[in-house]
Nanobody, 123 residues
């Protein structure tokens, strides 16, 4: 069982930066691949970024590639999403999620989810 709690969301102007954190409970955090997803009202939850259990493999949605960076600190049981050059279209509730085995951009592959944190980018 893994419990996830996101933090770091807020209101930022276009072009600005935010860093989201996701703190995980449980002693097996390092055995899970982690992902960030986002959702706006009326739309499906979409993939943002994913990182393997050891941090050696990452993958990003095309819409955030070059602007967002996913990382993790297994000693702190935390995964991060550094978001730079934010755009109004990045506005969404951001969720972190955990899955066993390899990285994936498929929302259905993830077993555990946090409650989400709101990110709002003003123009």
């Amino acid at each position: 069982q893994v419990q996830l709690v996101e933090s770091g969301g807020g209101l930022v102007q276009a072009g600005g930066s935010l860093r989201l954190s996701c703190a995980a409970s449980g002693r097996t955090f390092s055995s899970y691949s982690m992902g960030w997803f986002r959702q706006v009202p009326g739309k499906e939850r979409e993939f943002v970024a994913t990182i393997s259990w050891g941090g050696g493999a990452t993958n990003y949605a095309d819409s955030v590639k070059g602007r967002f960076t996913i990382s993790r600190d297994n000693d702190k049981n935390t995964v991060y999403l550094q978001m730079n050059i934010l755009k109004p279209e990045d506005t969404a509730v951001y969720y972190c999620a955990a899955k066993r085995r390899g990285v994936s951009g498929n929302v259905l592959a993830y077993e555990y989810w946090g409650q989400g944190t709101q990110v709002t980018v003003s123009s």
